[in-house]
């Protein structure tokens, strides 16, 4: 959702009233409602005219569709799950056209990161990984935040090693959450730990904190550890730079390398580079950029990763600032 629409979806609650509005949000996930929520309590001094250009979008856009030939609870389940995927669609269609309360795992979603740390404190470590794994990101590094070191660099070093969650041991979970998630027995294993996953978590966490826990995971493995600097430092972090350090990498990178990795990525992050470049060398890296012709993808991953551990180096050095960028240890 972008965030105009978002401002839109706040002034039409807004115009309905607590309670139309109140019922809207059961339809929500716990991210919607945040977002929505702060978007109506930063609405200030709204004119009459803002919210009625806002009703009346709705309206119209309401009335250019209709699904009066189609089944209702058919029509919303293919919605669903075309738009968040059968996974996390099934909790959604349990509230929606079954009426049941959201618990266990799917509660905790709902509830702040310390009110969480709370409740499964005293968990084995395995068990909190499983649990953390279920959350988006930002809330699950809230929730370790609240843990102590040792707990913290444990749960972390599980999640990365974590490949997959059996359905027989979800269920014994749920059992413990007090919660049977939805589709049951017929829920199947699927991945949700792993490098990216701890990436994901451990790049919401304070510097310190980060330090710590990378540092734990490379007691353990050092290509895991590697693995998740990789995730947490993706090339279009390069985006972040500043044109100075843009310039100390050009200094360091060889043009054919950059070359074949700006193959892939965002075309902001092309013309980043370009814009750093004298006219006379941007016009000869489009020129050799087109003659290249056609590259296989896991080159341009290669070539990728091998600028980023130029701008590694550079920022271990002091020589750039790379945006959220691990400590020394980690590299």
């Not at 977002?35 to 009703?55: C, I, P």
Request: with cysteine; glycine share 6%.
């Amino acid at each position: 959702m972008s965030a105009d629409s978002v401002v839109r979806a706040a002034l039409l609650l807004v115009a309905l009233g607590e309670e139309p509005a109140a019922e809207a949000f059961r339809y929500l996930s716990p991210q919607e409602v945040q977002k929505l929520s702060a978007a109506m309590a930063a609405l200030k001094n709204v004119e009459r005219s803002t919210l009625d250009d806002a009703v009346c979008g709705f309206i119209e856009q309401a009335q250019s569709h209709t699904t009066l030939s189609i089944e209702p609870d058919q029509y919303i389940r293919s919605v669903l799950n075309r738009a968040l995927g059968e996974g996390k669609a099934g909790a959604v269609l349990d509230r929606i056209l079954v009426g049941g309360d959201i618990s266990g795992i799917e509660g905790l979603k709902w509830m702040e990161a310390p009110i969480v740390a709370e409740l499964i404190r005293n968990e084995h470590p395995q068990i909190i990984a499983t649990v953390l794994v279920h959350l988006d990101a930002h809330q699950a590094s809230g929730v370790l935040s609240c843990f102590t070191e040792r707990t913290r660099n444990d749960v972390l070093l599980r999640i990365s090693t974590l490949d997959g969650i059996q359905p027989a041991a979800l269920r014994e979970l749920d059992d413990a959450l007090t919660e049977v998630l939805a589709g049951g027995a017929n829920r199947k294993g699927r991945a949700m730990g792993g490098a990216r996953v701890a990436a994901e978590i451990i790049s919401n966490l304070s510097n310190q904190h980060e330090d710590s826990v990378i540092g734990n995971v490379r007691d353990y493995s050092d290509d895991l550890a590697q693995a998740i600097v990789d995730e947490m430092f993706t090339f279009e972090k390069l985006l972040a730079l500043d044109d100075r350090a843009i310039r100390l990498l050009l200094r360091e990178i060889d043009s054919q390398t950059l070359i074949v990795a700006l193959k892939v990525g965002p075309a902001e992050l092309r013309e980043k580079f370009m814009s750093n470049m004298s006219q006379r060398a941007a016009e000869l890296f489009i020129e050799d950029m087109e003659a290249r012709g056609p590259v296989r993808l896991s080159e341009v991953e290669l070539q990728q990763r091998a600028v980023m551990q130029i701008a590694r180096r550079l920022a271990d050095s002091g020589e750039i600032a790379l945006d959220d960028g691990p400590g020394d240890a980690y590299v």
